[in-house]
């Protein structure tokens, strides 16, 4: 399994955008990159997945370099709420399940 | 929609008892999968069950079990329950597998005393 490298918080500002780096240097051909949001005393949710290059969605954008050993979650227009736990996976689905690390804690502040 | 849930929400039990936790996926998806997340950490894989059948398994002893039942609802055992077993109990459903974003539960919080 891939493992990835995340920074344990990061800090900043409503109404900024905030970037968070992952790196997983030994991610396999088959391997998904995958972005969970989690609260506290709730499960993780599903914010985005890509194989290469920049997938976007209604909530964020998720950016990864050619050589796919790293790859940058990024949320536009950070609120308060989006306060939180973000997880970075990579697999490819199979029997070892899901490896969540210990994920970055993201605080906003007003 | 429903999303997935999970039952009960708290339970506590005793060291040595067993427990059964339950999960009951979004309608139509085949895959569930159980989690077991100790404070402070991120979840950690215990079992994904597809079309009834255990597709995967962590690195869990034997005490843990799992099943799917037809209806595609899952049920976790935990016998001669431990302290260290206390922890938030999640579970995921997707169509298809766990190549597929998952829809987590919001849990089932174990402790023991």
């Known amino acids: 399994l891939a493992k990835t490298t995340q920074p344990i918080s990061m800090d900043s500002y409503e109404g900024q955008e905030v970037n968070i780096t992952c790196s997983h240097n030994?991610?396999?051909?088959?391997?998904?990159i995958t972005w969970y949001q989690q609260f506290p005393s709730q499960g993780p949710r599903f914010i985005i997945q890509g194989y290469k290059t920049k997938v976007t969605n209604e909530v964020a954008s998720l950016f990864i370099p050619a050589d796919r050993k790293s790859s940058t979650l990024s949320l536009p227009r950070v609120s308060l709420s989006d306060t939180a736990v973000y997880y970075c996976?990579?697999?490819?689905?199979?029997?070892?399940?899901?490896?969540f690390g210990k994920g970055t804690h993201l605080i906003i502040q007003p | 929609d429903a999303g997935v849930t999970q039952s009960p929400t708290h339970l506590i039990k005793t060291r040595g008892q067993h427990v059964t936790l339950r999960c009951s996926p979004i309608s139509g998806h085949k895959s569930v999968s159980w989690y077991q997340q100790v404070l402070g950490q991120g979840p950690q894989f215990i079992f994904q069950?597809?079309?009834?059948?255990?597709?995967g398994r962590g690195n869990f002893p034997d005490r843990f079990s799992a099943r799917q039942f037809p209806n595609y609802s899952s049920e976790l055992n935990v016998n001669a329950l431990l302290l260290g077993d206390s922890a938030l109990y999640l579970c995921?459903?997707?169509?298809?597998?766990?190549?597929?974003?998952?829809?987590f539960g919001d849990g089932t919080r174990l402790s023991i005393l």
């Open positions: 996976l990579v697999g490819d689905g199979g029997a070892d399940g899901l490896t």
């Open positions: 030994n991610i396999a051909t088959n391997d998904y």
């Open positions: 995921a459903s997707s169509l298809l597998g766990l190549n597929q974003p998952q829809h």
């Open positions: 069950y597809y079309e009834k059948e255990e597709r």
